[in-house]
């Protein structure tokens, strides 16, 4: 159950910047950090961003997290072919007890 | 640099019991938590649980009467058992290492399809 909104689609063309937003409450952004993952179908989705805004090491600094009060984002800067893909955030929920994902963005580049 | 397998019976039938291992590869078992996550063909993630090295168990709420997750220390796996199965349980299985308790996923495994069908 994708309890996190996320737009089903972002696209660009090469060198642009995409945003992708990710829509939560206060039980899970508002109050947990936010992770985003990379995933391209038939692969291991990769880890892009933790705690928020951080990333993991082998992660091109065209990604960016950011997140604001029950609300965060994603942004993709520098658009390159390689980045297509669907992008999914994550949080843990206070009131589920467990961890919530984005309904997931399947990002093109034009 | 840790690696994770999965690995199982691609098809199930309905009523009975899914089972899957996840071998861990590059590192020991016997520290941080370890989660199953899966996603139904053509739709989006869902965690199903994780076990801690100790052996605590969290489960996703939804899921928790028919899931039990336990560890083999000794082949370094841990195991996915989802019990009573329906179609609506046919996806993509995943496990993935988990940095702490609320933390992130990473790695993952490449993931197994798992068909529930008579």
């Known amino acids: 159950q994708s309890v996190l909104t996320q737009p089903p689609s972002a696209s660009g063309t090469p060198g642009q910047r995409v945003t992708i937003s990710c829509s939560g409450s206060?039980?899970?952004?508002?109050?947990?950090?936010v992770f985003w993952y990379q995933h391209l179908p038939g692969t291991a989705p990769k880890l892009l961003i933790y705690?928020?805004?951080q990333r993991p090491s082998g992660v091109p600094d065209r990604f960016s997290g950011s997140k604001s009060g029950t609300s965060a984002s994603l942004a993709i800067s520098g658009l390159r072919s390689e980045d297509e893909a669907d992008y999914y955030c994550?949080?843990?929920?206070?009131?589920?007890?467990?961890?919530?994902f984005g309904t997931g963005t399947k990002v093109t580049v034009l | 640099q840790v690696q994770l397998q999965e690995s199982g019976p691609g098809l199930v039938k309905p009523s009975e019991t899914l089972s899957l291992t996840c071998t861990v590869s590059?590192?020991?078992?016997?520290?941080?938590?370890w989660s199953w996550i899966r996603q139904p063909p053509g739709k989006g993630l869902e965690w199903i649980g994780y076990?801690?090295?100790?052996?605590?168990?969290t489960y996703n709420p939804s899921l928790k009467s028919r899931v039990t997750i336990s560890l083999d220390t000794s082949k370094n796996q841990f195991s996915l058992k989802l019990s009573s199965v329906t179609a609506a349980d046919t996806a993509v299985y995943y496990c993935?290492?988990?940095?702490?308790?609320?933390?992130?996923?990473?790695?993952w495994g490449q993931g197994t399809l798992v068909t529930v069908s008579s």
């Open positions: 590059g590192g020991s078992i016997s520290s941080s938590f």
């Open positions: 076990i801690y090295y100790s052996g605590t168990t």
């Open positions: 994550a949080a843990w929920d206070d009131s589920l007890s467990g961890y919530v």
């Open positions: 993935a290492s988990t940095s702490y308790n609320r933390g992130w996923f990473d790695p």
């Open positions: 705690g928020n805004n």
């Open positions: 206060s039980s899970n952004i508002g109050s947990n950090f």
